[in-house]
Structure formats: C-alpha cells, structure tokens
C-alpha cells in the first residue's frame, strides 16, 4: 500500500517535471530560432515562401469568416436595439466587438487551425523522415533554415490577417445593417468612428493579434520540432497544437484585455 | 516562375493588410489628417456636461462644424470647460450665440449645437461662448416632475 502512494507520488513528479521540462525546451528552442543570424544567402526567399504558406492561404477562410461574423453580429445587434430605438448604435456594437475582441481572437484560433497544424505536421514529418537530422549532417542548423522563417511569418501574417478579418467584419456588418435592414447610413458610421479609438481600440486590438501570432506560431513550431517521430507523434503533435494554442489564445485573451480595457 | 507568384501573392497580402489597417484608422475610428491650423479654437463653460466627450460633433443648423477638443474641470468655477476646435472657414459665430449641449434622440451620444445670436461682432480663436445651456440630465428631469417643481422653477 504504502509502495503504491509512493508510486503514483513519483508519477506526478515525473509529469509535472517533464512539462516544465518542456516549457524550459520551448523557451531555449524559441530564443535560439529568433536570436541566431541565418548565414545562407536565400532566407528572404525562405521567409517569403512561408508567407505564402502561412498568411496567403489563410487569407480565404479568414475573409469568408469574418464576413459573416460582422453580418451575423449587426442582425443580432439589431433585432435586440431596434426595440430601444436606437439602431443607429449597431455600427458602434459590430466595430467595437469586432476591434477588439473578435477580430484578434477569432482570426487566432482560424489561424491555430489553418497554419499552425499545418507547420506542426511538417516539421514533425521533416523530423520523422529524417531531414532535420540529415540537414545538420550537411552543417545547416535546421532552427535558422526551418524553424525561424516559419515563426517570422505566422507572427507577422497575423496582426495583417486580423486586421483584414476587422475590415471585411465591419464591411459585412454594414451590408447587412445599412443595405439590407435600412439603418440610416450617417448614425452607422458617425456611431462607430465617434466610440472607437485608434489608438485604444484599433491599436490595442492589433498589439493583441502580435501576441497570438508570437504564441501560436511558437506552439507549432514547438510542437511539431518536439514531436515523436512517428506517424502517430505527429498526430498527437498536430491535436496538441491546436489544443494548446486555443487555450493560450483564449487565456491570453483575457489577461490582455484585463490589462488593456479593465480596471484591474 | 512559380517562385514569382509567390512573390506577387505575398507582396498583395502584405499590402492588403496594410491598407485594411489604414482604412480601419480612416473609416472606422474617424482618424483624420486634418491638421490643426484648419480649425480655430473656441471654449464654452457648462454646469454640466452630461457625457459629452471630446470627438462629439459641433453642429449649427444641423450642419457640423467642428469637433470637441477637451472636455476639463475648471477648477476656480467648477464648472466644466469645453474647448472646441471649430472649422476656420466657419469665422462668422455672432458673439452672443449660444452654445447648448442636445442629444440626439433619446438615447444618442450627445453634441454641441450652436444657435446663432445677432450681433455683428463674431468670435474669435481662443474666445468663449458667454451663453450657455448645459446637457439635460434625464434622471434630473424625472426628478422633477416627481418634486412637482417643473414649474415653480420658471
């Protein structure tokens, strides 16, 4: 019996010390990706390339999401407003929520689950089958050649993808309030540009969408450099990603606006 | 070649993220570039603000004319003070015109509208609005009609 207590008493130390561990990893992992000087001529390219795969491509299904998020928050706005009168408000409500919240948030979870499992599959499997290995046998360090592109372009796509989600939102919202539900146009945007702040809100909401592009980039990469490489490492790694993220995202999310717009 | 539409498609994205930040600060949160030397500055005391804030619009005749600066205590009459930054090509406000705050429609954010007086003398940049109507507190009002003493008052 008294084996037993101890046993399990060892098993938690041996699971906590391997996520702290782990933390410890990803921190020397990420130091030594961003402050290392790449020596090859082409990382311009490289980083371009990852821009492509990263941001480029996750530009549709950002787009599509968040026109209809923007659409579906001014018909909830007015179907709620329209009993006090003052539907004019729905332009201040769709811009505001869109700002600062949804926008970064919303584009980072997108954006988890577009790019980020799909940096973690590919690095796992160049770790699976071996060319991060054989890359440092030729004498390329796999962190500057794979790795730091990777993470450069997921945090510079994302404050550039949030503010498209903002724009195409607000864009949205307006079709649907102003053309469709007859708000008069004026009280719609004069509403919006008299409560949102550039600095506050839209300056705020894009510091937000940096940070989010720093965790979530850095859980991908992370994750797929540290996976087991095996086709079912790599699957774990990829849900791990995107669990992982999603979390952080959304914990982040409320530390930022605590300190942001509270008074905490 | 293909390494070439990568490039185009990037150098777009870039650019249209760019340009969505640009138009969410022109459009959205009504940053202007107007500098400050289209505008003069003309201040106005108030009992009482309401929850006027600086960026509400200065109307006169339903037409705005100008944006509110600063909304500040004023700590000698404790009243507040309201400096207002009015369009320079609008240089003709009689001296005796009044300054009101109004809300548009019931719930609406409130602004400054401006009723013009008959003298021939006009404002001038740093002067002050003597007549002044301050915001009507809803709350106040009902208070009132309660008291009964809407009209023992006039």
Redesign the interface.
């Known amino acids: 019996m008294k084996f037993d207590v101890l046993g399990r008493l060892a098993q938690l130390g041996q699971f906590v010390l391997g996520h702290i561990q782990s933390i410890g990893r990803s921190g020397i992992f990420l130091f030594l990706a961003i402050f290392s000087r790449a020596s090859f001529k082409n990382k311009g390219?490289l980083l371009?390339?990852q821009?492509?795969n990263v941001?480029?491509l996750s530009?549709i299904i950002v787009t599509v999401s968040g026109l209809f998020i923007g659409m579906v928050l001014a018909l909830q706005g007015y179907s709620i407003l329209v009993s006090?009168?003052?539907e004019?408000a729905v332009g201040q409500l769709v811009?505001l929520s869109l700002?600062r919240e949804l926008g970064p948030v919303v584009t980072a979870l997108l954006f988890a689950g577009r790019a980020g499992s799909a940096l973690t599959a590919e690095i796992g499997l160049m770790k699976a089958t071996e060319q991060l290995s054989s890359m440092e046998m030729i004498g390329v360090d796999p962190l500057k050649r794979v790795i730091a592109p990777r993470f450069w372009a997921g945090v510079i796509?994302m404050?550039?993808?949030a503010?498209?989600f903002?724009?195409?939102g607000?864009l949205g919202g307006s079709m649907v309030g102003v053309d469709w539900l007859g708000i008069y146009e004026g009280?719609f945007?004069?509403?919006?540009?008299?409560s949102?702040?550039?600095i506050d809100?839209?300056g705020n909401g894009?510091v937000k969408s940096l940070v989010f592009g720093i965790v979530v980039t850095w859980i991908a990469v992370f994750q797929g450099y540290d996976a087991t490489p095996t086709s079912e490492g790599i699957s774990r790694a990829t849900t791990r990603t995107v669990v992982y993220s999603s979390l952080a995202v959304l914990g982040l999310d409320f530390i930022l606006t605590a300190v942001m717009f509270g008074e905490l | 070649m293909r390494?070439r539409t990568?490039?185009i498609?990037?150098g777009?994205?870039?650019l249209?993220?760019?340009l969505?930040?640009v138009?969410?600060?022109v459009?959205?949160?009504?940053?202007t570039t107007s500098g400050s030397g289209e505008t003069y500055e003309l201040t106005a005391y108030f009992d009482n603000t309401g929850s006027l804030?600086p960026?509400?619009?200065i109307s006169m005749a339903g037409v705005t004319i100008g944006k509110i600066k600063r909304v500040e205590l004023d700590k000698d009459s404790y009243m507040a003070k309201v400096v207002m930054g009015i369009d320079s090509k609008v240089d003709n406000i009689p001296i005796d015109s009044t300054a009101a705050i109004v809300t548009?429609?019931?719930?609406?954010?409130q602004f400054i509208s401006i009723s013009i007086g008959g003298d021939d003398i006009y404002l001038q940049n740093g002067e002050r609005f003597e007549d002044t109507q301050s915001a009507l507190i809803l709350e106040e009002l009902i208070g009132k009609f309660l008291l009964g003493s809407v009209g023992k008052d006039n």
């Open positions: 390219e371009i390339r821009l492509y941001g480029v530009l006090y009168g003052s004019g811009a700002v796509s404050p550039l993808l503010a498209i903002n724009l195409v607000i009280s945007w004069t509403g919006m540009q008299q949102v702040d550039f809100d839209v894009m | 390494m990568v490039e498609s990037v777009a994205f870039m249209a993220g760019m969505a930040l138009a969410m600060a459009k959205v949160s009504g940053l804030k960026r509400a619009k548009a429609g019931l719930l609406g954010e």
